[in-house]
């Protein structure tokens, strides 16, 4: 399998750095036009999407982002609540200078997505939620996250390569869709000076108010689903753990204007795993 840097051969690009209120964030971007933001998950990095970028730079000006506390930006000594990443969005969309933007983004990203749409409606074009959605587990998907809670855990306690392959094996449904290299693109981040422990911060915060109803409430339900105006993308798979693709159904009924689709042959990061079709039905919607 091709090194994940491979992926951008002979593409335009560059790795840079934005000062969102005062949040050096990193930056992988290319391409000209609309802008597209992809937002990775909980533990994540903007190496997420190197298999997308390409493909979208064709018709949108691309960010892949590390988000606040996240890959090589500034990680703060904050709490890292849902409304730290929504204000840092809005931050780095203003950084950007655009005024309307379309949000993609995945897990983590796409309860961000989410609340950007409702806090900034008039801010977004589009969103996409890929596998992840604003409603609590199930029993069964509550059991899933806790087991990825444990390899979070495990990953930043004191990180090693074992340790991030278990935790990055949770992401995928085949074992050969992770690589050497993007397990090193992630010990590499993870071994920076004093990132281990925010990361544990973050997956203590973002996972656990999944798991606690009174942390969770004010941020997840149907209620919210159904006051997103924009035009709106579910993009599930078959295996997705933590939330079946029969709950992610329920609640794109809920949204008023939304479709649905889900990958059949991908686990949490279909942008990786499937990225062809991805990519196809990703751009089909967004071009719509």
Not at 54 to 72: C, L, Q, R, T
Not at 151 to 167: C, E, L, M, Q, V
Request: with cysteine.
């Amino acid at each position: 399998m091709s090194a994940i840097w491979n992926e951008l051969q002979g593409v335009e690009f560059r790795q840079t750095y934005y000062d969102a209120g005062r949040v050096r964030t990193r930056v992988i971007e290319a391409g000209r036009g609309t802008p597209l933001i992809f937002l990775h998950g909980t533990g994540g990095h903007a190496e997420a999407y190197l298999r997308n970028i390409e493909a979208h730079s064709k018709h949108f000006h691309v960010y892949a982002v590390d988000m606040i506390g996240h890959g090589y930006s500034s990680a703060p000594d904050i709490d890292y609540d849902m409304q730290c990443y929504v204000d840092f969005l809005r931050d780095f969309v203003d950084a950007i200078g655009a005024e309307k933007v379309i949000v993609s983004g995945e897990s983590l990203g796409a309860s961000v997505a989410s609340w950007f749409a409702l806090a900034y409606p008039e801010r977004v074009l589009k969103i996409v939620l890929n596998t992840g959605i604003l409603l609590t587990p199930s029993e069964q998907g509550s059991t899933e996250l806790r087991d990825l809670l444990a390899r979070s855990r495990a990953a930043a306690g004191a990180p090693s390569r074992d340790a991030i392959r278990k935790r990055m094996r949770w992401l995928v449904y085949r074992e050969d869709s992770l690589t050497e290299e993007l397990i090193e693109a992630r010990f590499r981040i993870y071994s920076q000076p004093g990132r281990a422990a925010i990361i544990g911060r973050i997956a203590e915060r973002s996972i656990g108010a999944l798991l606690e109803p009174e942390d969770s409430n004010p941020w997840y339900g149907k209620r919210l689903l159904q006051k997103i105006r924009c035009p709106t993308l579910v993009l599930w798979t078959r295996y997705n753990p933590g939330q079946s693709a029969e709950e992610a159904a329920i609640g794109a009924q809920l949204i008023p204007d939304c479709a649905l689709i889900v990958l059949e042959n991908s686990a949490h990061w279909p942008q990786w795993e499937e990225p062809e079709v991805f990519n196809r039905v990703h751009l089909d919607f967004l071009l719509a």
